[in-house]
């Protein structure tokens, strides 16, 4: 878990085949628990054009979106940052299966909401562990989340359905620089134990 970090500076390169990539993302979905064993998660693995594609596509929705300065911001840090490294995980949830648990179990409506959060995190987690065990660097970033700019031009890009909500992409490669310092809270003020 210690291994597990943001790295920003990534060559495009992997240290696993194209068939051993799409191994470690399929082994996550199957795996990773969902709340119900609804199964809800979606991943989509990009490399090569696909994933300039798929960022060129953020891109283009924050451009028409967002404020010009804070656009060009963004614009800059997918070319030079997103886009460097070997590929990008695509994160989704198919909303299509939330909302029939939700109107089969309306009591637990709310509920399936944060369930949902919490199994695409754990997906999200488990690549990124799994990815950075292989000796990749990787980061996590949420630009689907409250736009639906980025939501429409990811699903367009890729030609996905509808009902896949994007919740994050995860840029992978080989790290080309240490993660940036961190600092830890003291973890007697977050963990408590008890024995009796
Ligand atoms: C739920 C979640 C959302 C995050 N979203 C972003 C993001 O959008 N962009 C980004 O650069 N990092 C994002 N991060 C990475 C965190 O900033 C990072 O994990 C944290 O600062 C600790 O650093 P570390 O990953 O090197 O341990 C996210 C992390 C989590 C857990």
Redesign the pocket.
């Known amino acids: 878990m210690s291994a ?5 500076a990534l060559e495009p390169k992997s240290t696993l085949t194209d068939q051993q990539l799409r191994d470690v993302v399929t082994e996550a979905v199957k795996f990773t628990p969902t709340s119900f064993n609804m199964q809800q998660t979606r991943a989509v693995l990009v490399i090569g054009e696909a994933k300039n594609r798929v960022w060129d596509a953020v891109k283009e929705a924050k451009m028409r979106y967002e404020s010009e300065d804070h656009a060009k911001a963004t614009s800059e840090k997918i070319d030079c940052v997103f886009k460097s490294g070997y590929g990008t995980v695509l994160f989704f949830s198919d909303l299509s299966i939330v909302s029939n648990w939700s109107d089969q179990m309306p009591a637990y409506a709310d509920a399936f909401k944060v369930f949902d959060a919490q199994a695409s ?1 754990m997906l ?2 488990n690549v990124w562990t799994a990815l950075e065990l292989e000796g990749h660097g990787a ?5 689907g989340e409250g736009s639906q700019g980025v939501q429409d031009g990811i699903r367009s890009a890729l030609g996905l359905p509808d009902s896949w909500h994007n919740t ?1 992409l995860l840029n992978f490669g080989l790290p080309a620089g240490p ?2 310092d ?1 600092e830890f809270s003291p973890t007697d003020e977050r963990v408590k134990f008890f024995d009796a």
């Open positions: 597990r970090r943001s790295i920003y995190g999200h987690y980061n996590l970033q949420h630009f994050a993660p940036r961190k």
